[in-house]
């Protein structure tokens, strides 16, 4: 098959997964659903569990740090948030295909079905905590502006970017299952190299151009500052759409190489 | 209208063990290193040369000693495994009753857990609403439905699964061994519901080890060896040779 063809078949793999967005959404649902079954609050507490974790960085940071706690502490909670939303489906990509196996053995299912579950549960987790974030500009009243349009388009593209991402981990650390410590690691020292519990500005200014080359970094920016009402770097939206771009070509390309074996490596 | 076709199909399991999954190995083998590690991971030939051509009406039984390659050409045939080499082409709807389960939530109550086994078997969530009321009448668990599956006894939560399985005909219908559940009275109940679904299915293909259902249920049987076919025919034909092999 040529190139263009196997691109093509990896592209078929995306649509049929989004034909069956009922199963996504009963798979995305499903582990939500059985970790608060039985107990009294529910759901609540995916809010309240984050809402308990955020303040309780944010104050002890603020401290730490030597910040205004108005500012610190709205600003760390919303960095988590969104962190969150983006690397927690990296991480559960890369034993989500072997998780799955039951299902892929039993029925024709594009794998591309269970990617999108998995980001579509973080989507529903950032929606019980959009009450935090609204709880955070009612008490803290951060300097929002009209820029918060821009966190539509730029959880649009975070989202997008999370899809092409999960699936290329997913294929590499099913074939190889050392790559699953690997990205756990990876995701770990991206936590500490990544503003999430620090602010850009504490980096000397000569230093900044360095988080243009740290995708998490490009992304949070994206997705996070609209929501503080800070200004999201002009050369972010570039580089964000060029890796978005990047990824849109390389992953569906490699789903369609190997479309045949992958079933194999499950 | 359902068909199969499937021409000199091979099937071949790569076996990964963990040199095999190690990203290290893998680098090495690509950069020719002094480490030279064993080339080929270990492959298992499951199917070899495999042609057959079904139409609608056929009734297909699989036979074969463990490992002969039954349940994995059931796998081609539903499309799960795609083959190594040779092409399948199926057209048609196909449901193969192997988990009944898959999808099934313990913390949920019997309504739903029907809703989720109907949305896994590919119905819209309004399609499988409107069936709701028939399969959970058929399960004949009655106010059990309000309560969560994990009240449930194996048996009932079984039944649930069968009922649900079965409410759907597809245009192909694939069985590893043949599917029933529950006690005396819901077995019989059960078994003239597994009959409708066999009778109206265009294709059916069963594995199974019991001969007396393969002679019930099928008009031609496909006799699997080591992954090839060692013989095909009317059922009678080939039951018999078979017999006279196994004695």
């Known amino acids: 098959m040529s190139i263009f063809g196997q691109y093509k078949a990896g592209l078929r793999d995306f649509q049929a997964g989004a034909k069956s967005w009922r199963i996504a959404h009963l798979l995305g649902y499903s582990l939500l659903r059985q970790r608060y079954s039985r107990s009294r609050l529910g759901q609540l507490w995916l809010s309240l569990s984050t809402a308990i974790t955020v303040i309780a960085f944010g104050l002890v940071w603020s401290l730490l740090w030597n910040q205004p706690i108005k500012v610190f502490l709205p600003y760390i909670a919303i960095t988590h948030i969104v962190w969150g939303l983006i690397t927690a489906s990296l991480q559960d990509a890369t034993t989500s295909l072997s998780a799955n196996g039951a299902l892929f053995g039993n029925q024709e299912t594009s794998f591309a079905t269970v990617i999108y579950s998995l980001v579509y549960r973080q989507l529903i987790v950032f929606a019980h905590n959009i009450i935090i974030i609204i709880g955070m500009w009612v008490y803290f009243k951060p300097p929002l502006n009209l820029t918060l349009i821009y966190f539509v388009p730029g959880l649009l593209l975070t989202v997008l970017a999370c899809v092409f991402t999960a699936y290329l981990i997913a294929l590499i650390a099913t074939r190889f299952r050392d790559v699953v410590q690997l990205i756990i690691n990876v995701i770990q020292i991206a936590y500490l190299v990544t503003p999430v519990m620090w602010m850009p500005e504490f980096m000397p200014k000569s230093y900044n151009w360095l988080l243009t080359f740290n995708p998490f970094a490009v992304f949070l920016s994206l997705t996070r500052d609209p929501l503080l009402g800070r200004a999201v770097p002009e050369n972010y939206w570039l580089i964000a759409c060029g890796i978005t771009l990047t990824l849109a070509i390389i992953t569906p390309y490699l789903v369609g190489r190997y479309s045949k074996r992958i079933m194999f490596w499950v | ?247």
């Open chain 2, 1 to 247: 209208m359902a068909d199969i076709e499937l021409k000199n199909v091979d099937l071949v399991f790569p076996v990964y063990n963990a040199r095999a999954r190690s990203l290290r190995a893998h680098v090495l083998e690509q950069l020719g290193g002094v480490l030279k590690p064993q080339k080929k991971h270990v492959t298992v030939q499951a199917l070899c040369g495999i042609n057959m051509k079904l139409r609608d009406g056929d009734r297909v039984g699989l036979i074969g000693h463990n490992g002969a390659g039954k349940t994995t050409l059931l796998r081609v045939l539903s499309r799960i495994y795609p083959p190594s080499s040779g092409t399948a082409t199926i057209r048609g709807s196909i449901s193969s009753l192997t988990n009944i389960t898959l999808g099934m939530d313990p913390e949920a109550t019997g309504y739903d857990n029907i809703l989720f086994r109907l949305i896994f078997l590919g119905l819209s969530f309004s399609e499988a609403k409107s069936k709701i009321k028939e399969v959970a009448e058929f399960s004949g668990l009655g106010d059990y439905l309000h309560l969560p599956l994990r009240t449930y006894s194996t048996g009932m939560a079984l039944r649930l699964a069968f009922a649900s399985g079965t409410s759907i005909v597809p245009d192909i219908l694939v069985l590893d061994e043949m599917i029933g559940a529950g006690d005396a009275t819901f077995r019989e109940k059960s078994l003239r519901r597994i009959e409708n679904t066999l009778d109206a299915a265009k294709i059916l293909v069963l594995a199974s080890h019991d001969l007396l259902l393969l002679e019930m249920y099928c008009d031609q049987i496909i006799w699997l060896d080591k992954g090839k076919i060692k013989k095909r025919g009317p059922t009678a034909k080939v039951l018999t040779a078979y017999r006279e092999a196994l004695s």
